[in-house]
T-cell receptor, first 107, second 115 residues
């Protein structure tokens, strides 16, 4: 059975305090790993796609990396506006979303 | 291009009532997805369409749920009769570009509360 686990469930950071979010997955026939950001009361918003182990993608303070069983979302020197829930989703014939990491960044 | 538009944004109803959620997708895109999000189970795929045809409805929880896409500009998700455990946020989503079913553009959701 396909499974996705994100950790931690919640993370509180001081502004400028770097950290990483983890996405562990067990799926058959992986066709990419996708990261989304979701703000309260909104739909998820696409961030990154990773297709092969060793691949990295960056966007502002965020960097996503991929291994054969995990993906990490590294947040460098976060700001309060980075506060959101971050969702990962490996794709087989469809996206399988994790339950997310709720990130709060305090000034 | 206003994006994926969902209505109603909020719905409060009583157990046993029929609920219809609506989605107006971006015209010309080939896939349409319906998701449900709860705190306990996260974001779950209910059903998806390709060129208005239902492809996979294995995520639809039971026969009380049905979805239609009569044309490329409109889709509905219906729950009849509704139950309190159906309370959730329901999202409609489309690929940001033709055929890319991983990069999705989501509507803002319909929050359903069944009392």
């Amino acid at each position: 059975e396909d499974q996705v686990t994100q950790s931690p469930e919640a993370l509180r950071l001081q502004e400028g305090e770097s950290s990483s979010l983890n996405c562990s997955y067990t799926v058959s026939g992986l066709r990419g790993l996708f990261w989304y950001r979701q703000d309260p009361g909104k739909g998820p918003e696409f961030l990154f796609t990773l297709y092969s182990a060793g691949e990295e993608k960056e966007k502002e303070r965020l960097k996503a990396t991929l291994t054969k069983k995990e993906s990490f979302l590294h947040i460098t020197a976060p700001k309060p506006e980075d506060s959101a829930t971050y969702l990962c989703a490996p794709r087989t014939d469809k996206l399988i979303f994790g339950t997310g990491t709720r990130l709060q960044v305090f000034p | 291009d206003a994006g994926v538009i969902q209505s109603p944004r909020h719905e409060v109803t009583e157990m046993g009532q029929e609920v219809t959620l609506r989605c107006k997708p971006i015209s010309g895109h080939d896939y349409l997805f319906w998701y449900r999000q709860t705190m306990m189970r996260g974001l779950e795929l209910l059903i998806y369409f390709n060129n208005n045809v239902p492809i996979d409805d294995s995520g639809m929880p039971e026969d009380r749920f049905s979805a239609k896409m009569p044309n490329a500009s409109f889709s509905t998700l219906k729950i009849q009769p509704s139950e309190p455990r159906d309370s959730a946020v329901y999202f409609c989503a489309q690929p940001a570009e033709q055929g890319n079913t991983g990069e999705l553009f989501f509507g803002e959701g319909s929050r359903l509360t069944v009392l």
